[in-house]
């Protein structure tokens, strides 16, 4: 019966499409050419980050924006276009400041695989640390997302590929496992996605799916976000459970909270009030999700095409790509379907 209110949803949704939407508070902060940004994080100095998949046409995996620039970060050795793995970003996924100022790059290549994590201080803009997952079954995993709990010591990730949160002891390097293949963490089975009335499938007719995806940490890091693409509940647990290495995946599931219904998301952020920022790329919006459980949509634009990755400044904006997933060719026969170029976004906080 879920999946069939799911669908439901979804197809109501569909009768949105042929609205146009404008807002005069999305303010376009880059432009990238045929270049797709996914990744987007801003420091607590307002530095603003971008990463890139390594695709073609390809220049860099990470950079900062200074002053209207695009600066290769750390520098240009680490986003060389062949080099050695440790050394060189293979393809980067998503990138994350902690509370501490920490740049923390996940750069992953699932068909190799080979996946790495690298931190970068961001005062010495040094890279201080590589971890390479060793202990990760990496013919499984398909790491996607990065959060990090400086109280604890601990990133947490979430892995579509096996329906889990990866836990990753920043000191030892070791990982687990957490609520694998819960409900909470797979997709819903026959939920499919639809951009102007075409399901988002392959040529084969094979639905874009992704279990656990998008996650966030409140900056107290208490509360741990998370959900996968293919639902319309967002879920959240207490990192004290989380880190948890004890408990089982049943006995985890138990302290999760199901927040109810908030449409499709692809990317999350938290900012200090603890409000939850949601992007839905059904609709073409930002919404975000109130400590007092209410879910508010703060901009909405045609122009919002699959909005993907968020960062918040301390200028009081929110950053964030628009990364066009659905309109690649394989979800189209073939066809690129791409507006050109590629754009990251602001748009102010919330008062």
Request: charged share 25%; net charge positive.
């Amino acid at each position: 019966m879920k999946v069939i209110l799911c669908l439901i949803v979804i197809s109501m949704t569909l009768n949105l499409h042929s609205q146009s939407y404008h807002s005069d508070k999305l303010e376009v902060v880059a432009e990238f050419g045929q270049s797709q940004p996914i990744g987007v994080s801003v420091s607590s100095t307002n530095r603003l980050f971008v990463s890139f998949p390594k695709r073609e046409p390809y220049r860099y995996g990470l950079i900062e924006i200074v002053n209207g620039k695009y600066v290769a970060y750390p520098d240009e050795r680490w986003n060389r276009k062949e080099g050695k793995a440790t050394e060189t970003f293979l393809n980067v996924q998503d990138i994350y400041i902690d509370t501490k100022d920490q740049l923390w790059v996940l750069d992953p290549k699932p068909d190799q695989h080979k996946f790495k994590l690298v931190q970068i201080d961001l005062k010495s803009n040094q890279v201080k640390r590589v971890y390479q997952f060793d202990d990760l079954a990496k013919d499984k995993s398909a790491l996607n997302d990065v959060r990090v709990d400086t109280d604890k010591q601990l990133a947490y990730l979430s892995d579509p590929g096996q329906a889990a949160i990866v836990v990753l002891d920043l000191k030892s390097g070791k990982t687990r496992l957490a609520l694998q293949n819960k409900p909470q963490t797979l997709a819903v089975p026959g939920f499919s996605l639809s951009y102007g009335g075409k399901t988002m499938a392959d040529k084969n007719g094979n639905i874009f799916k992704s279990n656990v995806n998008g996650i966030a940490i409140t900056k107290d890091n208490k509360f741990f976000y998370f959900r996968p693409i293919n639902t319309m509940h967002l879920y959240r647990v207490e990192t004290k459970y989380l880190a948890d290495a004890k408990l089982t995946a049943d006995e985890l599931s138990k302290y999760v909270q199901d927040l109810g219904e908030t449409g499709v998301c692809h990317g999350m952020e938290a900012d200090k009030t603890g409000n939850i920022y949601l992007t839905s790329s059904t609709d073409y919006s930002i919404k975000y999700f109130n400590p007092k459980g209410e879910l508010i949509t703060l901009v909405q634009d045609s122009r919002l095409i699959w909005p993907d990755s968020l960062g918040i400044g301390s200028d009081g904006y929110l950053y964030f790509s628009c990364a066009q997933m659905n309109r690649l060719p394989q979800w189209n026969d073939g066809m690129n379907k791409t507006s050109y170029p590629y754009r990251i976004y602001r748009v102010k906080l919330p008062k």
